[in-house]
């Protein structure tokens, strides 16, 4: 698989916290990434268990059970983007209050009421996912007028992704064996 910036990684692992995502958010994934390049090795640009950093690729391959790579079609300015994203968010605190939100989310939807647009009271920090659409959301802002950026979760990334497949090219998957 060849790999490019601004490549989008979706991954599912199997300790606790990733099985509890996995059920909340209803999805095989736990986790979201963005691809960047520096010191002409390629990162996930993600959240951490604490922060905002980058890890070698090598490594979240080794790490997860199972990586998807998505690409987006129209990447046009994407080294600008990257920069601006990785300036603003490198260093920001992780949001673990998204945990109870994914669960009241999780409830909602067993009652059948729509989550997508609800403002998340857990704003502290922020989410893989959210730190993820980032770069899509400059690119391709009308994919996301039914969520609020907060809210999304790995599965409705995807989901986004699959639903769009003028602006979106499945590039390839790892499966841990």
């Known amino acids: 698989m060849i790999l490019k910036e601004g490549d989008i990684g979706l991954s599912g692992g199997n300790?606790?916290?990733q099985r509890c995502i996995k059920f909340f958010t209803n999805s095989q994934f736990s986790h979201s990434f963005t691809v960047i390049k520096s010191c002409g090795t390629f990162n996930?640009?993600?959240?951490t268990s604490t922060i905002v950093s980058l890890t070698p690729v090598d490594r979240?391959?080794?790490e997860e059970n199972y990586v998807e790579i998505w690409r987006m079609v129209d990447n046009?300015?994407?080294q600008s983007v990257l920069h601006e994203m990785f300036i603003f968010h490198s260093g920001h605190w992780y949001g673990y209050l998204s945990y109870v939100w994914f669960i009241y989310r999780w409830i909602c939807k067993k009652f059948g009421y729509k989550t997508n647009k609800m403002w998340s009271w857990c704003i502290n920090g922020i989410t893989c996912t959210e730190l993820t659409i980032y770069p899509i959301s400059i690119i391709y802002p009308e994919l996301f007028t039914e969520?609020?950026?907060n809210t999304?979760?790995?599965q409705d990334l995807?989901?986004?992704m699959v639903n769009n497949p003028d602006k979106f090219l499945f590039v390839g998957w790892y499966v841990k064996r």
């Open 152 to 154: 999304i979760t790995p």
């Open 158 to 160: 995807r989901d986004i």
């Open 44 to 47: 996930a640009f993600e959240t």
């Open 147 to 149: 969520y609020d950026v």
């Open 15 to 17: 300790s606790l916290v």
């Open 60 to 62: 979240k391959l080794y």
């Open 76 to 78: 046009i300015d994407i």
